[in-house]
């Protein structure tokens, strides 16, 4: 296989092979959105202390939500590849599973900007996922953080991505 990104299709890798940060200033600046997931499923004990607000560490899903807006601004310190980017607004919510049980994290990430916001929304998403883990993990240490992904973009060359609701 050729190095050559007109070949692999790999816009981060140049002709030689080697990585790069893609150039991006030939690109229109249009309104981007990302929005990720993810879940973390728990002890019955440990859902229900974090529900309740009975977590000695504090109040765990304010800091969740904290952690993934911090982790959103700081994806290109934490992505080599990834450009900094001037956020307009980032979300992270959740939604508590009674039954499983679990917390889904939703992060929806914009800016208008030369490049898309995936990789903040993922990002977002999986800090506030280990953040719970962390605030939690003296009640329950086999939580499982599990199916973070991008569930939809908009912006773009490439134009709107929507995860097919078959995996959702």
């Given at each position: 296989m050729s190095g050559?990104?007109?070949?692999?299709?790999l816009?981060?890798?140049?002709a030689g092979g080697e990585a790069h940060m893609v150039?991006?200033?030939?690109?229109?600046?249009?309104?981007r959105r990302a929005v990720a997931t993810g879940r973390i499923v728990m002890s019955r004990e440990?859902?229900?202390?974090?529900?309740?607000?009975?977590?000695?560490?504090?109040d765990v899903l304010s800091v969740a939500r904290i952690a993934g807006i911090m982790a959103a601004k700081r994806t290109s310190?934490?992505?080599?590849?990834?450009?900094?980017?001037?956020?307009q607004k980032v979300a992270v919510d959740f939604a508590l599973e009674e039954q499983t049980?679990?917390?889904t994290v939703s992060a929806m990430v914009k800016t208008t900007g030369q490049?898309?916001?995936?990789?903040?929304?993922l990002t977002a998403a999986s800090v506030a996922l280990l953040t719970i883990y962390d605030m939690a993990k003296a009640v329950d240490k086999s939580?499982?953080?599990?199916?973070?992904?991008?569930l939809e973009k908009t912006g773009g060359k490439s134009g709107t991505y929507k995860a097919d609701q078959a995996e959702a």
């Open positions: 050559n990104p007109s070949h692999t299709g816009t981060h890798i140049g150039d991006v200033s030939g690109k229109a600046a249009t309104e440990a859902f229900v202390a974090i529900r309740d607000n009975a977590i000695a560490k504090g310190d934490l992505i080599p590849l990834c450009h900094p980017l001037p956020l049980p679990a917390i490049t898309g916001v995936e990789m903040e929304a939580m499982r953080i599990e199916g973070v992904r991008l």
